[in-house]
């Protein structure tokens, strides 16, 4: 499997005032890459560390998590159960992270986002009963534990970036990602902590409103061991969530087409495409001149559930 993840700089384009770079996470050479990558190496890492043998996910019917934790599992040798959070909406078209998972060798467990604890129980206490030692990816089954774990696949990332600057003879002035959960944004603001680097970080949120995705990131850092953390070190933005987690209009839709089509580059309406679109306004509304680096987190098979819809760039 993969040995020493890393991933490109590139320049993208000038916007406004600002130089625009990207680290390509979704290059990374395992299933699509992405951030899910770099986090699935630690938790099998962990995982096997501590003598498990069968790797427990969960997320939502496209998350790329699950997706990359059924395929390390599987190239390792170790069982998985996937469990996945069906959000009950009216059934849109099926996501391909959910058609590559049912093709994996991954059992697929079904929940609601009001049973994920007690299903996350009874997934444990079935395999530990008959003889298998599991490993939840996110800790306890009510979800917190293993932030140390996330947290250190991006402050490796930030390394690189530091590598990158001093390679380069430059620095970012501010660093652009899109924030989910906020472990990916943690991790490099861990970085930063660890370097006394000066850099912005800024989070797009793609899912929740400020204050929550604020606290979850601080509560992260501190369970890490970086009790230094402060809330003015965390920066996050909620005003481009486009309706909340998956929701995305035509201007998101632009960014996915502009992005393949002038760059080469997929990304997808739901994390990247809409952190890229929520960052280009943000370097508007506030001027931010200098180098800004994106963190292109991957999601590359939502760019296909996004043109598979029939709809091409202007129609929505
Ligand atoms: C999970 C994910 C994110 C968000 O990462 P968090 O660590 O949850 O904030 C962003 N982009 C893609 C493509 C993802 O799969």
Redesign the pocket.
């Known amino acids: 499997m993969l040995k020493n993840i890393r991933s490109d700089i590139q320049f993208l384009k000038r916007h406004e005032n600002a130089l625009i770079y990207v680290k390509r996470e ?1 290059c990374i050479p395992f299933s699509f890459g ?3 990558v770099r ?1 699935g190496a630690e938790l099998m890492s962990e995982a096997e560390r501590a003598g498990c043998d069968h790797i427990i996910s969960y997320g939502s019917e496209a ?3 699950n997706r990359v934790m059924a395929h390390m599992a599987e190239n390792r040798g170790m069982g998985c159960t996937v469990i996945i959070k069906r959000d009950g909406k009216k059934e849109k078209s099926a996501h391909f992270n959910e058609l590559i998972l049912k093709n994996s060798r991954a059992h697929l467990v079904y929940c609601t986002r009001d049973s994920v604890r007690e299903t996350v129980e009874a997934e444990l206490s079935a395999l530990t009963a008959s003889g298998h030692k599991p490993y939840y990816v996110y800790g306890n089954s009510r979800g917190t534990g293993n932030e140390a774990v ?1 947290l250190r696949a ?1 402050g490796k990332a930030f390394l690189e970036i530091r590598e990158y600057e001093k390679e380069k003879e430059m620095s970012f002035d501010h660093i652009f ?11 490099l603001i861990a970085g930063k902590i660890s370097t006394g680097s000066g850099v912005e970080i800024t ?1 797009i949120s ?1 899912a929740r409103q400020e204050e929550a995705l604020k606290a979850s990131i601080l509560s992260a850092l501190k369970s890490a061991g970086f009790g230094q953390a402060r809330e003015d070190m965390v920066s996050v933005s909620d005003e481009y969530l486009c309706g909340g987690y998956g929701s995305y209009d035509s201007d998101i839709r632009s960014v996915v087409w502009e992005l393949m089509t002038d760059h080469g580059i997929p990304s ?1 309406p ?3 495409a809409k ?1 890229f679109a929520g960052m280009l306004r943000e370097l508007e509304r506030k001027g931010i001149e200098g180098n800004v680096l994106f963190i292109h ?3 590359t098979p ?1 760019f296909f559930d996004c043109i598979s819809g029939g709809k091409g760039r202007h129609g929505f």
Do not use: E, P, R
């Not at 990602?177 to 991790?187: E, R, W, Y």
């Open positions: 979704d992405g951030n899910k986090i998350s790329n998590l996330f991006y990602t899109a924030s989910g959960t906020g472990m990916t944004q943690a991790g989070g793609v997808d739901c994390y990247s952190g987190t991957g999601g939502g």
